[in-house]
Nanobody, 128 residues
């Protein structure tokens, strides 16, 4: 079965950390850029970070720069999002997705419509 599976979400206190995982099943992530997105009820899905396939280039939306780190392990077809210094504003459902164009350069590469295949999401709640 071809799927992306996110995991690692949960409830964390402000200032805490979580590491999200995005694992591919039934296909390889080697040739795709991977993006992390988040969405809260009533709002549009927001691009958080991406990582390219060939050179590992990364990009972060301004609100997470310096706090989040994206990385990939092609050997295990898994992409990670390390999230530190979390705030209540980071509360959302987090999704990963693939972009066969394989690029990650700037904010353009975090447009939702560029991404073809999505996971089901994992809930992150930051609350005391």
């Amino acid at each position: 079965q071809v799927q992306l599976v996110e995991s690692g979400g949960g409830l964390v206190q402000p200032g805490g950390s979580l590491r999200l995982s995005c694992a591919a099943s039934g296909f390889t992530l080697d040739y795709d850029a991977i993006g992390w997105f988040r969405q809260v009820p009533g709002k549009e899905r927001e691009g958080v970070s991406c990582i390219s396939s060939h050179d590992g280039n990364t990009y972060y939306t301004d609100s997470v720069k310096g706090r989040f780190t994206i990385s990939r392990d092609n050997a295990s077809d898994t992409v990670y999002l390390q999230m530190n210094s979390l705030t209540p504003e980071d509360t959302a459902v987090y999704f990963c997705a693939t972009d066969t164009a394989a690029l990650c350069k700037d904010s353009y590469n975090l447009q939702v419509y560029l991404y073809d295949f999505w996971g089901q999401g994992t809930q992150v709640t930051v609350s005391s």
